[in-house]
């Protein structure tokens, strides 16, 4: 029913059909060339070949009228842009994650994540939008170096799915969007490259399934096998 894949997400993604999921909320490498205090990297971080094809498989496998969250590097923000609208995304919305603490101090204290709403063909808008401020709060960054809080990725999923619907996120890292989908009762299908964020995503995951029982499936056929 859901899925937490390890793989490229460029391959596993073509071997989704067209238009297969409700909604994908994703975070992807920042093109920064990371290393945490304890020496933790991402893959794709250092080269930025694969965001273009990942943009295009991305609006591929999106259904018609339909919402994407994309966090992204602001200092990157130039190439994101240009690989979404390539792809065919338009811009609908920008939000912010208020963090209470910098995570980096240079010309100013960097209190904020950021992230792009985008659209594919013209996505119905909700009865009451949530708020384009969202609350952060600091993770530990235990389960991967850059881990996003789930609190702060529920009304997100909340506003832009239905109960049942498949969220995506092909950079998955710990699986902290496929965490969020689960308990608020989406389904979910995660992809990770490296093996040790992807194992942190599974035992995270079978924590959440213990917990929460999940919707039934009736269209995930085209799924391929859990990793
Ligand atoms: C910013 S991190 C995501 C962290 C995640 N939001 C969390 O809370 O754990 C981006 C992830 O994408 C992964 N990645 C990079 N290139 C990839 C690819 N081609 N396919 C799948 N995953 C990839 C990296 O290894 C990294 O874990």
């Known amino acids: 029913m859901s899925r937490f894949i390890l793989g490229d997400c460029v391959q596993v993604m073509s ?5 297969a999921v409700d909604f994908i909320l994703t975070d992807p ?4 060339g990371y290393k945490d ?11 930025s070949e694969w965001l273009q094809p990942a943009c295009n498989e991305m ?3 999106l ?3 339909s919402l994407m969250v994309s966090f992204y590097g602001w200092n990157r923000a ?8 390539a792809a065919g995304f338009r811009i609908v919305g920008h939000l912010v ?13 960097y209190n904020h994540e950021n992230a792009y709403l985008l659209a594919k063909g013209r996505p119905q808008t909700p009865d009451n939008p949530i708020s384009d401020v969202i609350p952060w709060k600091y993770t530990g960054n235990r389960h991967h170096p850059t881990e996003k809080p789930v609190a702060s990725l529920y009304p997100l999923i909340e506003s832009f799915t239905r109960p049942g619907g498949i969220v995506l996120d092909p950079f998955a890292g710990s699986g902290s969007t496929c965490v969020a989908a689960a308990e608020t009762g989406r389904r979910y299908i995660g992809i990770e490259l490296m093996e040790q964020y992807h194992a942190a995503g599974v035992s995270r995951l079978a924590q959440v399934q213990r917990a929460v029982r999940m ?3 009736n269209d995930s056929t085209f799924l391929p096998e859990a990793a």
């Open 15 to 19: 071997r989704f059909p067209a238009r």
């Open 29 to 32: 490498p920042y093109l920064v």
């Open 37 to 47: 205090r304890t020496g933790r990297t991402l893959a794709g971080d250092n080269t």
């Open 59 to 61: 609006y591929r496998v």
């Open 63 to 65: 259904k018609n009228d």
């Open 78 to 85: 130039d190439m994101f842009i240009s690989a979404w609208k």
């Open 97 to 109: 994650f208020a963090k209470t603490y910098a995570s980096k101090s240079t010309f100013v204290g």
């Open 215 to 217: 919707p039934a499936a």
